[in-house]
């Protein structure tokens, strides 16, 4: 398997809280990209990264930002936590057309 | 990216071939065919990918019709653990897009 660690793997917060998600990988990919899941909506892109501090967004970036400041390293920054931000995020690494995916965190925004 | 259409579910019997269609009818010249599977809250599994020839690894193989506007995905001898939600994904992986876009998939479970 890949390596490539997501954390922490759960986590409560309160509404209004910044939190930080983790993903870091020691593959020594060019590609990394964060995704949420959500039951209806499917796997769907919130950022993703194609280098050192190169970052773009993808379809449902708002209320998210990213850095990605070393190679291993990708964060995700809810600035300030809502409720529909209660979701499971995948981290990915890709360095060609074969993905690898991390294990999850699960978020909830009460 | 081309759309891909799924069934929602499909059921399988233990040991025997699992076969997952896709439809992809809009797919260009220079977009694979990617597979993904992910099982019960785990993070989604690269399977196997093709452009226009078949495919085969030790998970699957896949079949791309000859005009590329359907594939399927083959488990051999399927068991319970290859029950999980199966992707297929049109996508351009050329240049720096590696981005994939997920549908909904097709859920197939397998019986004992």
């Known amino acids: 398997d890949a390596g490539i660690t997501q954390s922490p793997r759960h986590k409560v917060t309160e509404t209004g809280t910044p939190v930080t998600l983790r993903c870091h990988q020691t593959?020594?990919?060019?590609?990394m990209y964060w995704y949420r899941q959500d039951p209806g909506h499917g796997l769907r892109l919130i950022h993703y990264s194609y280098g050192v501090k190169d970052t773009d967004k993808g379809e449902v970036s708002d209320g998210y930002s990213v850095s990605r400041s070393k190679t291993e390293d990708f964060l995700l920054t809810l600035e300030s936590a809502t409720s529909s931000q209660t979701s499971v995020y995948f981290c990915a690494i890709s360095g060609g057309p074969r993905a690898f995916f991390g294990q999850g965190t699960r978020l909830t925004v009460v | 990216d081309a759309k891909t259409t799924q069934p929602p579910s499909m059921d399988c019997a233990e040991g025997r071939a699992a076969n997952l269609p896709c439809n992809h009818s809009?797919?260009?010249?220079?977009?694979?065919v990617y597979w993904y599977r992910q099982i019960h809250s785990q993070g989604p599994q690269y399977i196997i990918h093709?452009?226009?020839n078949n495919e085969t690894n030790e998970m699957a193989s896949l079949i791309i019709t000859e005009d590329r506007k359907s594939s399927t995905l083959i488990l051999p001898h399927a068991t319970l653990r290859d029950t999980a939600v199966y992707y297929c994904?049109?996508?351009?992986?050329?240049?720096?897009?590696?981005?994939?876009?997920f549908g909904k998939g097709t859920l197939l479970t397998v019986n004992p």
């Open positions: 994904i049109a996508q351009n992986s050329g240049g720096s897009n590696y981005k994939l876009t």
């Open positions: 093709g452009l226009k």
């Open positions: 593959e020594n990919h060019r590609y």
């Open positions: 809009t797919i260009s010249g220079n977009e694979y």
